[in-house]
């Protein structure tokens, strides 16, 4: 067991952030809600302990910043988002944000500064539990935020631009906090792997050498709601059947490509009685691979089956795109350095695809990016199971550390 420099004060915040929801029965905090705000500022006054200037962006992130030496030298970024699915694991993201913090608090307690300025961000709407469109945070910081999203409305009917206003910010200056090109000269993001693959191979940590590029869509399949006891099974238009024959489909075209995944998370039957056919079908649908070109060939495939689907039982559809990343790979270099970080611990290490999204690949037009992953039990997450080992939590936090005092922000000119 690793002597416990940060591990367990760690586990104490995320446990904290992990009470704070939008629901008594489990764990959810989404996007421009008084959850935010609350959880934003408790890890605004942790990072105010580590030394740092706070700010809470025009976009809704919290942002942290640790000056260096130099003040016209490139910061070097690091962090992740601070919202949650629906029932929700408490180590998704934050570990990512209070990991750095203890890093920083390390260097301050030591009265040590790097050449460079360290800026520790929570990200806001990382998830998109809320709106559908996600990474609305990172973008903004990116320079890449696009302000028809504001347009895009939740389940209440309530907009993007409206739930800013609000939450007292206001929604045209979003995209006031873009950094300027060159301003920051890396971003690092430290984040549970959410999958099987390093505790299978018996391993902590391991480095991330690309993430998935995504695309999710929102379908709407409209029919004739009739009467479940009187219209014969031939002349129903039933749009829920038709939804069902295309979820089908994803799975049967998303199964059998490597990287390629494909799911329908969220599916409404409207109105939703038992004895009425349902008029109206509304799902989504997410597609991703390790290449854009298989991901978006599936995508299409799934468009033509429902055109397919739906002529033939005489329904109409929509279908609203509301995000699309593409694949991102991390810097080689700094790939090598978060592999010299996790061996200085004295520890094995792998390299590992993200299937996952994360802010890390948003950041990627501003900066060159890295991830480190960190094992969780069973791989599981996206879920309350969600679960890490105090040990695992030490060593990702020091390696992490030793990341930021060996970082070079010349190092892609080296
Ligand atoms: O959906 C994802 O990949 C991430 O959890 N936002
Ligand atoms: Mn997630
Ligand atoms: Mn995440």
Redesign the pocket.
Known sequence: MAANRFADRMLAQLDELGRISESPDFLVRTFLVPEQKQAHERVAEWMREAGMEVEHDCAGNVVGRYAGTDPKAPALMTGSHLDT?RNAGKY?GMLGVIAPIACVADLHRRGKRMPFAIEVVGFAN???TRFGS?MTGSRAIAGTFDPAILEVKDRQGVSMGEAYKSFGLDPHKVGFCARQPGSIAAFVELHIEQGPVLENEGLALGVVTAISG?RRLRVEITGLAGHAGTVPMGQRQDALVAAAEIVQFIEERCTGTPTLVGTVGMLEALPGAMNVIPGKAVFSIDIRAGEDDVRDAAVDAVMRETEMVCARRKLTFTVTELYKSTATPCHPKLMDLTEAAIKAQHLPTMRLPSG???DAATLAPLCPVAMMFMRCTRGIS?NPLEAVLADDVELATRALLHFIEHFDPAFAAN
């Open positions: 699915v998704d990382e998830e998109g996600s995504a996952a999204g994360h996206h």
